[in-house]
Each structure stands twice: as C-alpha cells, then as structure tokens.
C-alpha cells in the first residue's frame, strides 16, 4: 500500500465531526481498504463518504442506539436479516460506519473476512459481532457491504439516490432530517436524503479539488 497519509486532510474535511483522537486509525483502517478495492476515484469516495458520514455521523456513531426507537425489538425474528435465533435483534444490530444490520449480513461479511485473511475463521463475525466496532472490521465489513452490493457502478453512473435505497432506505435520523419519517420510506423516498444529499455535493467538490493528489 502506498503512502496516503497526504489524503488525511482531505478526509477530515469530508469527515468534519470526526473524533480527532481516533481518526488516524480510521484512516490508516479505510484508505487501505479504499485503495486496495480501487474505490479512490472522486465519484466513488464521494458517494462512499456521503453515505458512510450519514450513517455513523461522521465516524462517531460505530453501535446502532435503540433509544426511543426500538429498533432492536424491530430487528428480532426478521428472516430478511436472517435472524432466526431468540436475541439475534440486538446481538446483530447495526455497526460499523455503515451500520451492518442481521445475523446473515454479518455472517456473509464473515466468510468474505476470512478469505481474505482478515479474520481465522468465517464465523468469526457472527461468534464476535462487537469486533465490527473496531476500525479494521468496521471498515472491512462496510466495504465489503459496498462492493457486494456492486454500489461502485452506481457511484460511477452519479446514482446517488439509488445508492441510499440499496444501503437503506428505512432508517430515519430526526436529528438530521426532522422532515422525515416513516412515511417516507413507504412514499418510496430515501430516507435522510437531504442530508446524504448535501454531504455528496460537498465530497464532490472536495474531491474534484484534489483529483491530482488521488492515487492514478
């Protein structure tokens, strides 16, 4: 891996709320993973970054809240997230920056680790699902969850809005976008747009300023 510690402040830009004491382990964690997947182009760590930032608050949010939402309860018996298991709600909650959600996410995310060498065995995610808290297997499994999902393609076509959708379309944050709810996901819109949207003009333009300093 070549040296990109050039592009931390460029990261911190995009990142803005990130917690300064950690966010060198993030970054040593995420630009590896970025550049080994080819994921450093503008469009892509635009649209990476836009949705990621959304999803864990610029890096601060690493373990899905339950308060007030219940959103563990709502998880529990849900065979789309292969939670087939008493307790798998809350013992597969969201995590990691882009919120990892389901025994069977983090099982799948397992398997990919292990082939690469990230974890010893492939059920690590599923025997450990707190490890995807930690920068190295928050980062891997967000990634993972990226490119599984072919979300480059689309980053490629400036297809932002569908992006959201294939990340999540149900989640709703009243401290960011106090306009929508529920309602929203059933009137077919991405959830927080307004807020992933400006995060991804903003990247857009950072990275276009710094194209030169991007790995070729």
């Given amino acids: 891996m070549s040296d990109l510690s050039r592009l931390y402040p460029v990261f911190h830009r995009v990142f803005e709320h990130a917690p300064l004491g950690k966010f060198t382990a993030y970054m040593d964690a995420l630009l590896k993973y970025m550049e080994g997947y080819g994921m450093l182009t503008g469009p892509r760590a635009a649209a990476f970054c836009a949705q990621v930032g959304y999803e864990s608050g610029d890096l601060r949010w690493w373990k899905e809240w339950d308060a007030h939402r219940n959103c563990y309860a709502a998880y529990e018996g849900r065979a789309s997230l ?56 928050g980062f891997f499994t967000t990634i993972w969850y990226w490119r599984s999902h072919n979300l480059d393609v689309l980053a490629d076509r400036f297809a932002f809005d569908q992006i959201g959708f294939e990340i999540n379309a149900g989640r709703w944050r009243p401290e960011f976008d106090a306009s929508f709810g529920a309602h929203e996901a059933a009137a077919g819109r991405v959830i927080g747009r307004n807020d992933r949207t400006a995060r991804y003009l903003w990247a857009l333009k950072i990275f276009s300023d710094v194209s030169d300093i991007l790995p070729q």
Avoid at 105 to 114: E, L
Avoid at 118 to 132: G, K, Q, R, S
Wanted: aromatic content about 8%.
């Fill in 82 to 137: 292969g939670n087939v298991q008493p307790g798998d709600g809350a013992r597969f909650c969201g995590r990691g920056p882009i919120q990892l959600t389901g025994r069977a996410n983090y099982a799948a995310a397992g398997v990919a680790a292990a082939a690469e060498g990230v974890v010893p065995a492939a059920d690590y995610y599923t025997a450990h699902p707190e490890l995807v808290e930690q920068p190295e297997h």
